[in-house]
Nanobody
């Protein structure tokens, strides 16, 4: 199983970004998927998930209402739309399946700074 994240960038507070993650090596449509992030010097934290039916699972309250997850089964891709970004959103962002696959992708770096 492979996860390839992309779309990270440096953005000002209040800005928006859309991350993408292409997943291979599994039957994409059959899995719940998730996004996590690892802030600098901290542990990785689970943020948000999406069911096979497209329903959102909110794991972290601080991103609720600002982050939205979606999936395109035809493209084996899961997306993370991030709005009203804050400096505390800075980190390396990863996608994974649920249950979590032990090998992570390289992640994509998001830096929120003025």
């Amino acid at each position: 199983v492979q996860f390839v994240e992309s779309g990270g960038a440096v953005v000002q507070p209040g800005g928006s970004l859309r991350l993408s993650c292409v997943v291979s090596g599994l039957t994409f449509s059959e899995y719940v998927l998730s996004w996590s992030r690892q802030p600098p010097g901290k542990e990785r934290e689970l943020l948000i998930g999406i069911t096979t039916g497209g329903d959102t699972i909110n794991y972290k309250t601080s991103v609720k209402g600002r982050f939205a997850i979606s999936r395109d089964n035809a493209k084996s891709t899961v997306y993370l739309q991030m709005n009203n970004l804050k400096p505390e959103d800075t980190g390396l962002y990863f996608c994974n399946r649920v249950p979590r696959f032990p090998a992570w992708g390289r992640g994509t770096q998001v830096t929120v700074s003025s």
